[in-house]
């Protein structure tokens, strides 16, 4: 009996621990004319209510997915969320379908960036457990217990934060060899005389199937001899 009382007293608690931050979900456009738009409201409330069902599946589906794979402890907090509060089950829902889709991209991103995201949430979802135990009931364990949680949260964010650096390391790598390239090939450009303004003319000048002007001859002869004599 006193299992089920601390069970229903830490209800409250749970919304805290899973972070729900999840916006309400968007209204239908205020009506003018209630009275000619009637039917076509009803239809449009129809396909949306169709489409938040098919998209509450989906995130039930992925929640459970993650959890039970990855954090068993909400099992039981999420069944009897359902029961008790199904509004506030489903705030959560929405929150760890987000996490559950933040995941699976780093999955498929980079193997590195979706154990440094796991491991932060595990730590996030252990901590804020414990904070919910303890704001229904203080005891000496759990503000242990809590302390070691904040403990690897803080080291799994130093984790993301390395994981970043080692990124930005990687991306400064590559720009710097693309920098490097890019001057290559401007000066490589500048030493080629064929790439002068004059000898570019006379190239297009042939293509267009005209011949230069005798004084764009000289000036050429004169840029060869100069050229030639340095």
Not at 49 to 71: G, S
Not at 144 to 166: G, P, T
Request: glycine share 2%; proline share 3%; with cysteine.
């Amino acid at each position: 009996m006193m299992a089920d009382l601390l069970q229903k007293m830490l209800l409250p608690g749970i919304c805290f621990c899973l972070l729900l931050t999840c916006s309400s979900l968007l209204q239908g456009e205020d009506l003018q004319s209630a009275s000619n738009r009637k039917s076509e409201v009803n239809t449009e409330k129809s396909s949306e209510q169709t489409k938040n069902r098919e998209l509450n599946i989906q995130n039930e589906q992925l929640t459970h997915e993650l959890v039970n794979e990855h954090l068993p402890q909400l099992i039981s907090l999420l069944k009897q969320l359902k029961t008790d509060q199904p509004r506030q089950y489903e705030r959560a829902i929405w929150d760890l379908a987000r996490s559950a889709k933040k995941l699976n991209a780093a999955k498929k991103r980079d193997k590195q960036l979706f154990e440094v995201e796991l491991e932060l949430l595990k730590a996030e979802t252990e901590a804020n457990l414990i904070a919910a135990r303890l704001k229904v009931r203080d005891k000496p364990n759990d503000r242990k217990y809590l302390r070691e949680a904040v403990a690897r949260l803080h080291a799994a964010k130093q984790s993301k934060m390395r994981y970043e650096i080692e990124l930005y390391q990687k991306r400064l790598a590559r720009d710097q060899a693309l920098l490097t390239t890019a001057e290559q090939r401007l000066s490589d450009f500048q030493g080629n005389p064929k790439n002068a303004v004059a000898e570019s003319y006379l190239a297009m000048l042939r293509k267009a199937g005209r011949k230069p002007a005798n004084s764009e001859q000289k000036k050429k002869r004169q840029k060869t001899v100069t050229t030639s004599s340095e």
